[in-house]
């Protein structure tokens, strides 16, 4: 028993003592800096960017987004800054993929950086940005060029009534077939009875349990006539037509229309698992043109516009990319001449000729020299002109989960068509009820 | 291969130190046939999956989608690519640095802590221990953003020292409790010895634990090392140019010809050239795991 | 042996200047660690542990409440949380039992003597030097239905499983999921118990062979123990890293075919969801399970970290 306690561990409790607090008061003041305090500031309180400002405009534009695989932004803001002369734009690539590129957004725009004037949004990121007063209204912009704009296009940066992206291209399914060895697809049903008749002729989709199967789901959906909100908002998916398609994929798989291995593809794995020649269809975006033209099928395949459901009309999901200028940008002149800048007719006729992206202007689509580079080019304006944004939503992403997750659920066998239609319009419910 | 009959070195603290290192056989004169087998079949199963990477670089184009066994026309392209690629090259740097400052920081800092926990008197040990091993636990994906606001506010954002900082605090636990675990193994005597001859702690522990605890040591700066190599997501979220950015980013960043192309032939170049210093760094350590102690001295 | 008899250093007969002084070192010792890793982590794991006491909301921007525990017991009364509970504990189970046992093979293999263990010891941590997100891949090509190498290999052969969409199939995915872990950290298993078989001194086996005891049973009664702490270390490390698995669940197979782990929900709803407060606390509540299961790794199953952590001063 020491008598005289040693005085350090003491001295080490008040240092501890001391040092713990200076940690809880510095994590206080964090706090309340982050906590903010500052009143809410949604899609209402957003400013509007003005059409007029992009003649005057002048200093540097930065546009931040996803890795620039085919070198079209780079492109674009090359481009306008010659053109321009005025305005340097510059392009920052800020994510290695889309959900990557969507969390750095989200931590600049939470963190009210000034860093982009300009963010390359995926179509279905408008209403979730703009719910959060995080975009300017471009209502105002996108009305004065409405007249070179696919109305598609623009109705997928539509929240609340009003537009806060501009187009700047667009993506919609195309379907590959082996003419050799399979008839165009005219509907649905004749597409998977054809791919159904030979082993060989298998159809290819991508049925992973992601955002791609929502889109190859909502595909036939539209056409069959059905919808995952109706124009108030209410939740509409729970519908026969929801039950025939679910029915028509499952049993797709069961006769051998698609293979099991679906389930593993997402856009990759299906175009090469396609390019091995063991299957007669495929449904893809566009950039696979290019690709399949590159291997031994060169000769062999072509193109068509998704098919309708029988008795219904064509239809399709977009995909493509928006320009959304942010609340923070300081130079917001700037971005609206970039806008501009990429939406004229002639800037579009590159993006497809030179960047093999579809324009969202119906012009470039006829255009001689795109149809050189582009032979599809029809079929594709055809399939973008049939085609609905994806349900517009703040809380997209969980709407998204709750059809593909149940989706895959049926695809895959463990859940009944019955089960799974209950279940996603349960979880579409709650989720349009989050706080 | 014979069997070596283990020497007695002196009990003198500077030559025991400087004992010459021997290997310490398991008294095998040879190996039996079946081992062989299983040193084929670990072989094996560690290269496989390695072979398929190797032979998915040296495949470019279509041939990447026919499941080739071995490329029919098999090209060095994919490497050039990345080779000219300017930000790998500064991936690579930038990886280097915090690989080497980290892993090096960290064995300092943790054998001092690992010695004060396997040997000192100290209170709350066992607090201690857990509040190290919860920084360990924690989710990382959980303190991403606050840290990425944190580091803005702060200015590490898009730095390297930005990048060494988290991946030291995230390594120091691992190391910390590896070394502790093998400080623990050492023999007490070693020092009570040293104190005999009138070493202070810290002299003791330079002189007799340290050199006795290298297989601990290299074990320990190899797995720091890779694991430091090898993280993505505060990487990922701390740096957003190229001179900041390590190789697992850079990597993620290479293109393919659309936003949905993975571009699985440079992919896999450039996995393969990162592991070359991670081989180097292997085989300059090697040596020194199985080094062994001269624990002969002391039992006997 | 003439050191037995001095007493040992630290016996009450010592002063207290004695503990002192070394109380001191200790802390000047830890500090700089404890203090790297207070300054660093402290605040984030405050801030998180403070968001998931909170809920965001995701439609109005700016808007936020005060919940107090609710979003943990949501969570906890979610069937999807305790279905990622159960498959994550599965994983990890499965993973860690066979990464052990692997390991402790290999790190005996590697202990050998002979031409060329140089070469072997470097092939072997090859698997550990590669990107986690690259080896996902690699895996998921090599299970590719119909292309990918296993499953030509195993349609060549005849052999079950040829004609298995792997990722595809209920307990198939988790089967390639536990391979591709156990291929890619193994050799961290094995490194830790490599080093600790250099503990074990060689009179130590000479004196088992003189007493007549066979390999196995020098191994069972001799090695094994001796080998306690480094096979615990590495238990106590991969169980936790098994049991916040992400990556490869990821990008395998999204979660789908009863793959999906805490991790993956926490993302989920933190990233995906913006959920965060929801996802804070996914977040916290996988990070107390792991210490939970840590913690009585080291009570229950000792080691050289529960001797220190008992130690009285």
Same mark, same amino acid.
């Given at each position: 028993?020491?008598?005289?306690?040693?005085?350090?561990?003491?001295?080490?409790?008040?240092?501890?003592?001391?040092?713990?607090?200076?940690?809880?008061?510095?994590?206080?003041?964090?706090?309340?800096?982050?906590?903010?305090?500052?009143?809410?500031?949604?899609?209402?309180?957003?400013?509007?960017?003005?059409?007029?400002?992009?003649?005057?405009?002048?200093?540097?534009?930065?546009?931040?987004?996803?890795?620039?695989?085919?070198?079209?932004?780079?492109?674009?803001?090359?481009?306008?800054?010659?053109?321009?002369?005025?305005?340097?734009?510059?392009?920052?690539?800020?994510?290695?993929?889309?959900?990557?590129?969507?969390?750095?957004?989200?931590?600049? %725009?939470?963190?009210?950086?000034?860093?982009?004037?300009?963010?390359?949004?995926?179509?279905?990121?408008?209403?979730?940005?703009?719910?959060?007063?995080?975009?300017?209204?471009?209502?105002?912009?996108?009305?004065?060029?409405?007249?070179?704009?696919?109305?598609?296009?623009?109705?997928?940066?539509?929240?609340?009534?009003?537009?806060?992206?501009?187009?700047?291209?667009?993506?919609?399914?195309?379907?590959?077939?082996?003419?050799?060895?399979?008839?165009?697809?005219?509907?649905?049903?004749?597409?998977?009875?054809?791919?159904?008749?030979?082993?060989?002729?298998?159809?290819?989709?991508?049925?992973?349990?992601?955002?791609?199967?929502?889109?190859?789901?909502?595909?036939?959906?539209?056409?069959?006539?059905?919808?995952?909100?109706?124009?108030?908002?209410?939740?509409?998916?729970?519908?026969?037509?929801?039950?025939?398609?679910?029915?028509?994929?499952?049993?797709?798989?069961?006769?051998?229309?698609?293979?099991?291995?679906?389930?593993?593809?997402?856009?990759?794995?299906?175009?090469?698992?396609?390019?091995?020649?063991?299957?007669?269809? @495929?449904?893809?975006?566009?950039?696979?043109?290019?690709?399949?033209?590159?291997?031994?099928?060169?000769?062999?395949?072509?193109?068509?516009?998704?098919?309708?459901?029988?008795? $219904?009309?064509?239809?399709?999901?977009?995909?493509?990319?928006?320009?959304?200028?942010?609340?923070?940008?300081?130079?917001?002149?700037?971005?609206?001449?970039?806008?501009?800048?990429?939406?004229?007719?002639?800037?579009?006729?590159?993006?497809?000729?030179?960047?093999?992206?579809?324009?969202?202007?119906?012009?470039?689509?006829?255009?001689?020299?795109?149809?050189?580079?582009?032979?599809?080019?029809?079929?594709?304006?055809?399939?973008?002109?049939?085609?609905?944004?994806?349900?517009?939503?703040?809380?997209?992403?969980?709407?998204?989960?709750?059809?593909?997750?149940?989706?895959?659920?049926?695809?895959?066998?463990?859940?009944?068509?019955?089960?799974?239609?209950?279940?996603?319009?349960?979880?579409?419910?709650?989720?349009?009820?989050?706080? | 291969?014979?069997?070596?009959?283990?020497?007695?070195?002196?009990?003198?603290?500077?030559?025991?130190?400087?004992?010459?290192?021997?290997?310490?056989?398991? $008294?095998?004169?040879? %190996?039996?046939?079946?081992?062989?087998?299983?040193?084929?079949?670990?072989?094996?199963?560690?290269?496989?999956?390695?072979?398929?990477?190797?032979?998915?670089?040296?495949?470019?184009?279509?041939?990447?989608?026919?499941?080739?066994?071995?490329?029919?026309?098999?090209?060095?392209?994919?490497?050039?690519?990345?080779?000219?690629?300017?930000?790998?090259?500064?991936?690579?740097?930038?990886?280097?640095?915090?690989?080497?400052?980290?892993?090096?920081?960290?064995?300092?800092?943790?054998?001092?802590?690992?010695?004060?926990?396997?040997?000192?008197?100290?209170?709350?040990?066992?607090?201690?221990?857990?509040?190290?091993?919860?920084?360990?636990?924690?989710?990382?994906?959980?303190?991403?953003?606050?840290?990425?606001?944190?580091?803005?506010?702060?200015?590490?954002?898009?730095?390297?020292?930005?990048?060494?900082?988290?991946?030291?605090?995230?390594? %120091?636990?691992?190391?910390?409790?590896? %070394?502790?675990?093998?400080?623990?193994?050492?023999?007490?005597?070693?020092?009570?010895?040293?104190?005999?001859?009138?070493?202070?702690?810290?002299?003791?522990?330079?002189?007799?634990?340290?050199?006795?605890?290298?297989?601990?040591?290299?074990?320990?700066?190899?797995?720091?090392?890779?694991?430091?190599?090898?993280?993505?997501?505060?990487?990922?979220?701390?740096?957003?140019?190229?001179?900041?950015?390590?190789?697992?980013?850079?990597?993620?960043?290479?293109?393919?010809?659309?936003?949905?192309?993975?571009? /699985?032939?440079?992919?896999?170049?450039?996995?393969?050239?990162?592991?070359?210093?991670?081989?180097?760094?292997?085989?300059?350590?090697?040596?020194?795991?199985?080094?062994?102690?001269?624990?002969?001295?002391?039992?006997? | 042996?003439?050191?037995?008899?001095?007493?040992?250093?630290?016996?009450?007969?010592?002063?207290?200047?004695?503990?002192?002084?070394?109380?001191?070192?200790?802390?000047?010792?830890?500090?700089?660690?404890?203090?790297?890793?207070?300054?660093?982590?402290?605040?984030?794991?405050?801030?998180?542990?403070?968001?998931?006491?909170?809920?965001?909301?995701?439609?109005?921007?700016?808007?936020?409440?005060?919940?107090?525990?609710?979003?943990?017991?949501?969570?906890?009364?979610?069937?999807?949380?305790?279905?990622?509970?159960?498959?994550?504990?599965?994983?990890?189970?499965?993973?860690?039992?066979?990464?052990?046992?692997?390991?402790?093979?290999?790190?005996?293999?590697?202990?050998?003597?002979?031409?060329?263990?140089?070469?072997?010891?470097?092939?072997?941590?090859?698997?550990?030097?590669?990107?986690?997100?690259?080896?996902?891949?690699?895996?998921?090509?090599?299970?590719?239905?119909?292309?990918?190498?296993?499953?030509?290999?195993?349609?060549?052969?005849?052999?079950?499983?040829?004609?298995?969409?792997?990722?595809?199939?209920?307990?198939?995915?988790?089967?390639?999921?536990?391979?591709?872990?156990?291929?890619?950290?193994?050799?961290?298993?094995?490194?830790?118990?490599?080093?600790?078989?250099?503990?074990?001194?060689?009179?130590?086996?000479?004196?088992?062979?003189? *007493?007549?005891?066979?390999?196995? @049973?020098?191994?069972?009664?001799?090695?094994?123990? /001796?080998?306690?702490?480094?096979?615990?270390?590495?238990?106590?490390?991969?169980?936790?890293?098994?049991?916040?698995?992400? *990556?490869?669940?990821?990008?395998?197979?999204?979660?789908?075919?009863?793959?999906?782990?805490?991790?993956?929900?926490?993302?989920?709803?933190?990233?995906?969801?913006?959920?965060?407060?929801?996802?804070?606390?996914?977040?916290?509540?996988?990070?107390?399970?792991?210490?939970?299961?840590?913690?009585?790794?080291?009570?229950?199953?000792?080691?050289?970290?529960?001797?220190?952590?008992?130690?009285?001063?």
């Amino acid at each position: 028993m020491d008598l005289n306690r040693p005085a350090l561990p003491l001295q080490n409790k008040a240092r501890n003592r001391k040092a713990l607090a200076a940690t809880a008061i510095a994590a206080a003041l964090l706090l309340s800096a982050c906590g903010g305090g500052a009143a809410p500031q949604g899609a209402e309180q957003a400013a509007a960017a003005d059409p007029a400002s992009g003649a005057n405009a002048s200093g540097a534009v930065n546009i931040c987004g996803v890795k620039d695989a085919s070198g079209i932004y780079k492109g674009t803001a090359e481009a306008f800054t010659k053109a321009n002369g005025k305005v340097t734009a510059k392009y920052t690539e800020i994510g290695a993929t889309t959900d990557e590129a969507r969390t750095q957004i989200v931590q600049r %725009l939470e963190g009210k950086s000034t860093e982009c004037d300009l963010f390359v949004t995926d179509v279905i990121w408008t209403s979730e940005f703009a719910s959060q007063g995080w975009l300017l209204d471009q209502t105002k912009l996108v009305e004065a060029n409405k007249d070179r704009l696919i109305p598609s296009t623009v109705e997928t940066t539509k929240y609340q009534d009003k537009y806060w992206g501009s187009p700047f291209f667009t993506n919609a399914g195309l379907i590959y077939y082996q003419k050799d060895k399979v008839a165009k697809p005219e509907s649905w049903q004749q597409l998977y009875a054809e791919a159904a008749k030979a082993p060989g002729n298998g159809y290819v989709y991508q049925g992973k349990q992601y955002e791609g199967l929502t889109v190859n789901f909502l595909e036939m959906l539209y056409s069959a006539g059905g919808e995952v909100l109706n124009d108030q908002g209410d939740v509409t998916i729970d519908s026969k037509e929801t039950r025939d398609v679910l029915n028509f994929m499952s049993d797709g798989l069961k006769n051998g229309s698609a293979d099991r291995a679906v389930l593993t593809y997402n856009e990759d794995p299906a175009r090469l698992a396609y390019e091995s020649g063991d299957f007669g269809y @495929q449904r893809n975006w566009p950039h696979v043109y290019r690709l399949l033209n590159a291997t031994p099928l060169a000769s062999s395949f072509a193109v068509a516009p998704l098919p309708a459901w029988e008795g $219904g009309k064509a239809s399709g999901v977009l995909g493509g990319w928006n320009l959304a200028i942010s609340a923070h940008s300081t130079n917001q002149a700037g971005a609206v001449a970039f806008i501009d800048f990429a939406t004229t007719p002639d800037w579009q006729k590159h993006v497809a000729m030179d960047y093999s992206q579809a324009p969202v202007n119906e012009a470039a689509y006829s255009d001689a020299a795109v149809l050189e580079k582009m032979p599809f080019a029809t079929e594709l304006l055809a399939s973008v002109k049939a085609a609905k944004p994806r349900p517009s939503s703040p809380v997209y992403p969980q709407i998204s989960q709750a059809i593909y997750k149940n989706v895959y659920a049926v695809l895959s066998g463990t859940a009944s068509t019955e089960e799974a239609v209950k279940k996603m319009a349960d979880e579409i419910t709650t989720a349009k009820a989050s706080f | 291969m014979s069997t070596l009959t283990a020497e007695r070195p002196t009990p003198e603290l500077a030559t025991r130190a400087k004992a010459p290192k021997r290997r310490r056989l398991r $008294g095998e004169a040879k %190996l039996h046939p079946m081992v062989w087998v299983f040193v084929v079949a670990v072989m094996g199963f560690s290269l496989i999956p390695f072979y398929w990477l190797v032979n998915t670089s040296l495949k470019k184009g279509s041939s990447l989608s026919q499941g080739e066994l071995f490329p029919s026309q098999p090209t060095l392209e994919n490497y050039l690519v990345v080779f000219q690629n300017p930000e790998f090259l500064l991936a690579l740097r930038n990886s280097v640095i915090i690989a080497v400052v980290t892993t090096t920081v960290a064995l300092v800092f943790a054998s001092f802590a690992a010695y004060a926990l396997a040997r000192l008197k100290m209170r709350r040990k066992a607090m201690i221990l857990t509040l190290i091993l919860s920084v360990t636990t924690f989710p990382a994906i959980a303190i991403a953003a606050p840290m990425f606001s944190i580091w803005r506010e702060i200015g590490l954002y898009d730095t390297l020292l930005g990048l060494i900082i988290p991946k030291l605090t995230f390594a %120091l636990p691992l190391a910390i409790y590896t %070394l502790t675990s093998f400080f623990k193994e050492i023999p007490r005597e070693l020092e009570e010895s040293a104190y005999m001859d009138g070493a202070t702690p810290f002299t003791a522990f330079r002189k007799v634990i340290l050199p006795l605890a290298v297989p601990g040591l290299a074990t320990t700066a190899i797995l720091v090392f890779i694991s430091v190599w090898n993280e993505f997501l505060l990487a990922v979220t701390l740096t957003t140019s190229p001179e900041a950015r390590p190789v697992p980013v850079a990597i993620a960043f290479f293109s393919g010809t659309s936003e949905f192309d993975q571009p /699985l032939g440079t992919i896999s170049a450039a996995s393969v050239i990162i592991t070359v210093p991670l081989v180097i760094l292997v085989l300059l350590c090697q040596k020194r795991i199985v080094s062994g102690m001269t624990a002969g001295a002391v039992k006997g | 042996m003439a050191l037995r008899t001095i007493p040992p250093s630290r016996g009450p007969a010592k002063t207290s200047g004695r503990d002192r002084a070394e109380r001191k070192l200790a802390f000047r010792m830890t500090a700089p660690s404890l203090v790297i890793m207070a300054l660093v982590a402290a605040v984030p794991i405050g801030y998180a542990i403070w968001l998931s006491l909170n809920q965001y909301s995701v439609r109005t921007a700016g808007l936020s409440r005060f919940v107090g525990l609710e979003n943990y017991i949501n969570a906890l009364a979610s069937q999807e949380w305790w279905a990622a509970f159960g498959q994550t504990f599965l994983f990890a189970g499965l993973s860690v039992s066979l990464e052990l046992v692997l390991g402790t093979a290999m790190a005996l293999l590697l202990n050998l003597a002979f031409k060329g263990r140089a070469v072997l010891r470097t092939v072997v941590l090859l698997p550990y030097a590669i990107i986690t997100v690259v080896s996902a891949i690699t895996w998921q090509t090599m299970f590719q239905p119909n292309m990918g190498l296993v499953t030509n290999v195993l349609s060549t052969l005849g052999l079950p499983g040829g004609d298995v969409v792997w990722l595809g199939e209920h307990g198939y995915a988790m089967a390639v999921i536990v391979m591709a872990d156990v291929w890619k950290t193994t050799p961290f298993a094995a490194l830790i118990i490599l080093a600790g078989l250099q503990v074990i001194s060689a009179e130590t086996y000479e004196a088992a062979e003189l *007493d007549g005891a066979s390999k196995w @049973q020098t191994f069972v009664n001799i090695t094994l123990p /001796l080998l306690r702490p480094a096979i615990v270390l590495a238990a106590i490390f991969r169980t936790m890293d098994a049991l916040r698995v992400f *990556d490869l669940p990821f990008v395998l197979t999204r979660g789908a075919n009863g793959t999906e782990s805490m991790s993956m929900l926490a993302y989920t709803q933190l990233r995906e969801n913006r959920l965060v407060g929801e996802g804070s606390a996914l977040s916290i509540l996988t990070f107390l399970t792991v210490m939970v299961v840590s913690v009585i790794y080291v009570r229950f199953a000792g080691g050289n970290i529960r001797d220190v952590a008992k130690e009285e001063q």
